[in-house]
């Protein structure tokens, strides 16, 4: 009886310890976002993606609707080639919109959709054609300088 | 000086070199003592549930503390939505295998060490050989097989329920918002490379505190007092070997070899 007993309680102990690199796995990590009811991936171009990484979120008005694949160059254009893993559950007209936004002033950067009015909508394998790059913070402060700069010159 | 010095060195790597036959000698002795899961199980229970609830409770308290401590910093730049992520990372990289392993150390490696070494000085060892039991198979083998399985088990308890406590300090107390602690956290923790990562080192570490733990034990001075030196010695030299090992492989780890 004690014997049995003690088994019951390793037992437990083993069953407690996968349970918490489950939870670790699905509820700290994201596994999850690969298999909830499958994805559909969408390309979109960008001029420049700034720091953009891939696993960062994929939104439409702020929810979570998907992540970032991959990250390529296209080898003609030089533009960079952003592939979206988008939940099947959600689809979007063709003529969407993806622009690239940071989460507050310095936090990460993440795609934003905005959804257009077309009656076809996108399928795996589609393109977003209209495309907003990065803002990148350096730069806009960089020609806030040069244009300052070139105002007290042509005064002086 | 400088010849104590070199006399301690010397004596250091000849134990380790001590040590290394000694887990040779043990490997045939590990493969038998499969045969007998009853008696590691027996031991899994004196390892790993007795050492559960000290690695529970700490585990509480790590995370509660780090969230405090996490949102105190954050909060300076702002950032403060991203202490899920903080906390998730610290405990699932680090503290989680770390801690565990020196706590293990410290309540299941010195009773392993104390348990063997005293089965030496009461002469119970040498009464196996004497009736053609092997008390490397019987003994040693299903404490080594059942330390070495304990450590990863706790410490993903003790990273999971860390979580928890973080969880439960920034949302009930700070008033962070909860959606924000678990999706910042989730779009941060890779599970391939920082939950294994993490479950790699505290594999590496309860292989080394069981395999000094039983070596100190087994190779103790069958008095009162070699007992309870080796005792000391498991304690001191698990925990210098983990937070060295950690070094080494988090160095690894993050240059992504």
Known sequence: ????????TVGLFVVAGLLALAMLALKVGNIHALNLGGTYAVTAD?????????KAPVTVAG??????AHITVDPTTYQAVVTLDLLKKYRFPRDSSASIETAGLLGEQYVSLSPGGSRHYLKNGGKIRITQSAIILEKIISQLLYSKAGHSSGHS | MIRGLGRRVISGVSRLGHATFFLARLMPALGAALTRMRLIVQQLYMTGVLTLVIVVVSGA???MILALQGYNTLVRYDAQSSLGLLVALSLTRELGPVLTALLFAGRAGSALTAEIGLMKATEQLAGMEMMAVDPLSRVVAPRFWAGWAAVPLLAMIFSAVGVIGAYIVAVGDLGLDGGVFWSQMQS?????NDIMGGLVKSVVFGFVVSWIAVFEGYDAKP????VSRATTRTVVSSS???????????AFMLRGL
Do not use: C, P, Y
């Open chain 1, 46 to 54: 960008f001029n420049d993606i700034g720091s953009l990484k891939t």
């Open chain 1, 63 to 68: 929810v979570r609707v998907g992540h970032v």
């Open chain 2, 61 to 63: 308290f790590v995370g």
């Open chain 1, 1 to 8: 009886m004690q014997a049995k007993s003690m088994e019951f």
């Open chain 2, 240 to 250: 210098l070997a983990i937070l060295g090992l950690d070094f080494i492989m988090t």
């Open chain 2, 188 to 192: 941060g923790v890779s599970v391939s």
């Open chain 2, 223 to 226: 008095t009162s007092e070699g």
